[in-house]
């Protein structure tokens, strides 16, 4: 063994947080994309660049609890341990259900699926149509930031060094009556990266739009989201007329600019996009019948 | 150092702890029956128990395992429930290469602990991060029904 590889795996997150004030290090939670990330060849260990920091069996994040009608998730609990809560909305079950294969879903954690920051994470078309905000600690402190500004580019997130992602919260998620789905597009069930995600929010107040939220996913940098356009549904009644449907899809139209790479083209991400969203504002399902 | 049972046996070893639990059950415990294909958690063939959780050990930094409980298909092979499942993979044709076996007995005995009488959709569902390129999985799902029929009361959960 060549060089040494230090890493540190504490009792409580109080030294963890300690530790990382002092060196900045690669946190590991599930480590199902880090040890992807910095792959080796066979027989030979991942080379990861930094000093590393176990903290997927640290208690203090893996707590799910009720606050009035918040939701917090603790950000190292696996993917297996949400579908297994009664706490989880079942349309978040829904797309952690998209993830890769149980094997996976038993060492992969939300709070991963956030840090990653992929533009094709499965959670996060939801986490942003469900306004998340994301609790970090340091020794210094918390503080509370909103997913849309936390994440800022292909694996590019706003976490400083001494930060470790404690929470995501999902505000008034419980009992706020409003219909939300997920569709993931990928090449199979199982094991597949989406080529496009898509979450819709919607509250009526009888047949009037209250709130509505859209979020694409894997056709960007990061999460597609446009309150302004959402705005203009605002106060509009259900069912849409053909021009309201048309009016949102031509705004989205314009601002979701996909690209061709291996998974998937430019062309089909963006016509699958635009259909799922134009599903979603003609369903029938959430209008008074 | 870190310290972790495998197969019941109790592990100290002071590896480097980025060292993958595939390589470490293979190379340094010279249990070969759980293999490697790809290495990125996609195939299965590598799948072993960490905690009673079905999990892909090429995944694993060793270094993050401390205190688990991990059992590879050596350790289940003297268990009834091997036996099943040995007997339903043979009798339903479900081996043919036999490279994703280890790791296709291993997702078929976690799931029929969790659920004793699976669907066909769940079955196919507990296979699904298992890839096999020889039988098609058909015979494959034919043997974990049969194992669940033959097995009726062995897999209950406790």
């Not at chain 1, 060492?107 to 996060?124: I, K, M, W, Y």
């Not at chain 2, 128990?49 to 270094?63: D, K, T």
């Amino acid at each position: 063994m060549a060089e040494k590889i230090i890493a540190y795996r504490f009792d409580c997150l109080d030294q963890t947080l300690s530790q990382l004030n002092k060196e900045n290090c690669a946190i590991i939670a599930g480590g199902t994309d880090v040890m992807v990330m910095y792959k080796s060849r066979r027989g030979v260990p991942p080379k990861i660049p930094k000093p590393i920091v176990f903290i997927d069996h640290l208690s203090e994040l893996k707590k799910v609890y009720q606050n009035q009608k918040d939701l917090h998730i603790g950000a190292c609990c696996t993917y297996s341990e949400l579908l297994g809560n009664p706490l989880i909305p079942i349309v978040l079950k829904k797309a952690i259900k998209t993830i890769a294969a149980p094997a996976i879903r038993n060492r992969g954690t939300l709070g991963g699926n956030v840090c990653n920051a992929s533009p094709a994470g499965d959670t996060l078309p939801l986490l942003y149509v469900y306004n998340a905000k994301l609790l970090l600690r340091s020794v210094k402190g918390d503080r509370i930031v909103p997913i849309s500004d936390f994440i800022q580019g292909v694996r590019r997130i706003q976490r400083e060094s001494n930060e470790i992602l404690v929470e995501i919260i999902l505000p008034s998620v419980l009992d706020d009556g409003a219909h939300v789905i997920f569709e993931k597009v990928g090449n199979r069930n199982a094991d597949a990266i989406a080529k496009v995600g898509f979450a819709g929010y919607i509250r009526l107040n009888g047949d009037g739009i209250e709130d509505v939220r859209f979020a694409f996913g894997a056709v960007g940098p990061t999460m597609i989201r446009s309150v302004a356009i959402e705005k203009m549904l605002l106060g509009r009644t259900v069912p849409l007329t053909d021009s309201d449907i048309a009016q949102v899809v031509a705004a989205f139209d314009k601002i979701i600019k996909p690209i061709d790479d291996q998974r998937s083209t430019a062309l089909y991400r963006k016509t699958v996009a635009l259909n799922l969203l134009r599903y979603f504002l003609s369903m029938k399902q959430y209008q008074p019948t | 150092m870190i310290k972790f049972t495998l197969n019941g046996k109790t592990i100290e070893t002071d590896a480097p702890a980025t060292v993958r639990l595939l390589d470490f059950i293979r190379e340094e415990q010279l249990l070969i029956g759980t293999k490697e294909g790809c290495g990125e958690g996609e195939c299965g063939a590598c799948s072993v128990f960490v905690n009673n959780l079905l999990q892909n050990s090429c995944l694993i930094p060793i270094g993050s395992i401390e205190g688990a409980d991990v059992v590879t298909i050596e350790g289940i092979m003297e268990s009834e429930q091997f036996k099943n499942l040995d007997e339903s993979y043979s009798h339903a044709g479900g081996v043919q290469c036999g490279y994703c076996i280890p790791g296709m007995v291993m997702a078929s005995a976690a799931l029929l602990s969790q659920n004793p009488h699976p669907s066909e959709a769940e079955i196919r569902e507990g296979i699904s991060g298992n890839l096999c390129r020889c039988t098609g999985y058909n015979m494959i799902v034919d043997a974990i029904n049969l194992a669940a029929k033959k097995g009726d009361g062995l897999w209950q959960k406790k």
